[in-house]
Each structure stands twice: as structure tokens, then as C-alpha cells.
């Protein structure tokens, strides 16, 4: 199956400053790469996600780059703000529209605790 | 629309008890998914289904059973609880298994 190690496991920033994540996957059959957020005590939230046949993908403050051919792709947030503080994740997926049982499997990293000081 | 419902929220249990986790959504999604959290490992897929009546094992199944009789509910089973089980679970949902998954808001689980 699929392995997906995510760096670093904990990263602390000064408002302001730029974040980023990285993450590897094995399976270069994986074609969808989605990000969730998980703020203290509530449930993971999907952020940003990219698909293989784009190499970036911006939404104000963070995007998304992949690199299929090095198998990585990061979580870039600009101009943090305390309220990005959270822990985020990376996963992994293999889309091919129809059903099997390996369709439907988010593989996740192990998740990187963002910390933003005001 | 409620999304993803997860029942109870917190649980205390005694080695060697049983109980049930319930996941019900109400987005005609196909896909569900159990999921447990613990500090350091990120989210392990215990088992997952594509569809009403199917389940499949995920990466830690061991120890837990699952069923799906209606498509809109997903139900987590611990036949013997172990302290080895104590962990955050979650419950998704997704309407075609690789885009966005729906969370539960988590079922904090300690076995004694």
C-alpha cells in the first residue's frame, strides 16, 4: 500500500512569517493530494487539496505544489496568523472513477503540529 | 444538514467490555470510513466501505468489527476492549472515496 511520510512533525513561526510542509508518498499511482487542518479538539478539515495533473494550486494564503516525478508535494502558507495554529495533515489517494476495494483510501501522514506566535 | 454524526462523544469502558461506535450521515455519500487518532501517528484507517452492504479491512483492523446495513450509517464494533484500543475515533464520509472527506466530530474512547 501506499506510505506517506510528512516533515517536519512539529514547526513553530512568528506571525507574519512564512510555513511550510512536506510530504513524500510512495505509490506513484496516487493522482489525488488533499490537506486537512485539525484544530484543538475538533475534526480534520479538508483545506486544500491537488490532483496529479496540476503542479500548483493557490487559495489566498496557501497552496499546494507536487512534484510526481520526485514523488513530493508541500503546504505553503504565507503571512501566518495565530489562527493557523493547528495540525495539519497530508494524504494521499488513488482516483480512478470507478469501484474496487482499494478505491476510497486516504492514506495520511502523521501530521505536523503548526504553531504561530503573535 | 448535520453532515457526519458520530454517537456517543466520550466513552469510558472496562477491559474485556463491548460496545458499538455509530457514524450516520445524511449526505447519500458511498464511501465511509473509521478512522482512530493517537498523538503521534496521525489517522489509521481501521476499516472502511465503498457501499451499502460491503466492508473492507484498513491498516489496523485488528480487534474491532464494523457493519453497514444502511447506506447512511457505519457502525464501529469493539467485541473485547483492550487499554491498547483507548484513542480518538472518527468517522467519514466521502462521495466517491479520493475527494473530500467529511469528519465526525471524534468519539474520545478510554478503556480502563
Redo the contacts between chains.
Keep these: 500500500g501506499e506510505n506517506v511520510e510528512q516533515h517536519p512533525s512539529t514547526l513553530s513561526v512568528q506571525e507574519g512569517d512564512s510555513a511550510v510542509i512536506k510530504c513524500t508518498y510512495s505509490d506513484s499511482a496516487s493522482n489525488y493530494f488533499p490537506w486537512y487542518k485539525q484544530e484543538l479538539g475538533k475534526r480534520p478539515q479538508l483545506i486544500i487539496d491537488i490532483r496529479s495533473n496540476v503542479g500548483e494550486k493557490k487559495d489566498q494564503r496557501i497552496a499546494v505544489t507536487l512534484n510526481k516525478t520526485a514523488k513530493h508535494f508541500s503546504l505553503h502558507i504565507t503571512e501566518t496568523q495565530p489562527e493557523d495554529s493547528a495540525v495539519y495533515f497530508c494524504a494521499a489517494s488513488t482516483y480512478s472513477g470507478g469501484r474496487g476495494s482499494t478505491l476510497g483510501r486516504l492514506y495520511f501522514g502523521r501530521g505536523t503540529q503548526l504553531t504561530v506566535w503573535p | 444538514n448535520a453532515g457526519v454524526t458520530q454517537t456517543p462523544k466520550f466513552r469510558v469502558l472496562k477491559t474485556g467490555q463491548s460496545m458499538t461506535l455509530l457514524c450516520a450521515q445524511d449526505m447519500n455519500h458511498e464511501?465511509m470510513?473509521w478512522?482512530r487518532q493517537d498523538p503521534?501517528?496521525?489517522?489509521?484507517?481501521i476499516h472502511?466501505s465503498?457501499?451499502e452492504g460491503t466492508t473492507?479491512k484498513?491498516?489496523v483492523p485488528d480487534g474491532y468489527n464494523v457493519s453497514r446495513l444502511k447506506k447512511q450509517n457505519f457502525l464501529l464494533g469493539l467485541e473485547s476492549a483492550a487499554p491498547s484500543q483507548t484513542s480518538v475515533y472518527?468517522c467519514a464520509s466521502?462521495s466517491?472515496?479520493?475527494?473530500?472527506?467529511f469528519?465526525?466530530?471524534?468519539t474520545r474512547l478510554t478503556v480502563v
Excluded: N, P
Design positions: 464511501y470510513y478512522y503521534g501517528m496521525g489517522l489509521r484507517l472502511y465503498v457501499g473492507a484498513g491498516e472518527f466521502s466517491t472515496g479520493a475527494f473530500e472527506a469528519f465526525g466530530q471524534g
